[in-house]
């Protein structure tokens, strides 16, 4: 079993939907929860961090961690065009490097 | 704060060749970490500096990837007798002591032929 499971998708939505991205993860040290947005042939842009269970909001998006499922999740509410991009989760434990899911490529639709 | 830069962005070479890649993180960060990046894949850890200790490497890291950060600053990551399974994204992040999320650079993109 992999360290972070993540659905590959993709994902095709049609603009205003809201998008629900997961991830699980099996290692109870992990303690900061990241997610990046990615878009073709560039660097990860990081788009929310947390490091307790709970929600987190930031604008449009809704960050989510349930640390007793080992469960996390980005909502994206009033998806667009320009939303369209691969998103990864990365969890960081006590030793600093990232752990990412394999990324979800997401096609928002006009 | 100027992001983190890396050069080059891309990168052709033939199998065989040594290649080196540059990281500049943000100034005031003390923590540089190299990343690759295979197609369809999330980024994987090479390895990790604080300041200029490289404190961690991934066994991805074969005796010919070499990585160096003299001073504290800027980063390099030097490929030697490239091999077509090298072929990656190439990328770097920065991040404070004190915590706190990485930030990466565009990547650099390398293609070994």
């Known amino acids: 079993q992999k360290e972070v499971e993540q659905d590959p998708g993709p994902l095709s939505v049609p603009e205003g939907a809201i998008v629900s991205l997961n991830c699980t993860y099996s290692n109870s040290a992990f303690q900061y929860f990241m997610w990046y947005r990615q878009y073709s042939r560039k660097g990860p842009e990081l788009l929310m961090y947390t490091y307790s269970s709970g929600n987190k909001e930031d604008g449009r998006f809704t960050a989510q961690v349930d640390k007793s499922s080992k469960y996390i999740s980005l909502f994206i509410r009033d998806s667009q065009p320009s939303d369209s991009a691969t998103y990864l989760c990365a969890l960081e434990g006590s030793n600093y490097k990232l752990t990412f899911g394999k990324g979800t490529l997401l096609t928002v639709n006009p | 704060d100027t992001g983190v830069s890396q050069d080059p962005r891309h990168k052709i070479t033939k199998r065989g060749q040594n290649v080196t890649f540059r990281c500049d993180p943000i100034?005031?960060?003390?923590?540089l970490y190299w990343y690759r990046q295979t197609l369809g894949q999330g980024p994987e850890f090479l390895t990790y500096f604080q300041n200029e200790a490289q404190l961690e490497k991934s066994r991805l890291l074969s005796d010919r990837f070499s990585a160096e950060r003299p001073k504290g600053s800027f980063s390099t990551l030097e490929i030697q007798r490239t091999e077509q399974g090298d072929s990656a994204m190439y990328l770097c992040?920065?991040?404070?002591?004190?915590?706190?999320?990485?930030?990466f650079g565009p990547g650099t993109r390398l293609t070994v032929l």
């Open positions: 100034s005031e960060h003390n923590r």
């Open positions: 992040a920065s991040s404070r002591l004190a915590g706190g999320p990485g930030y």
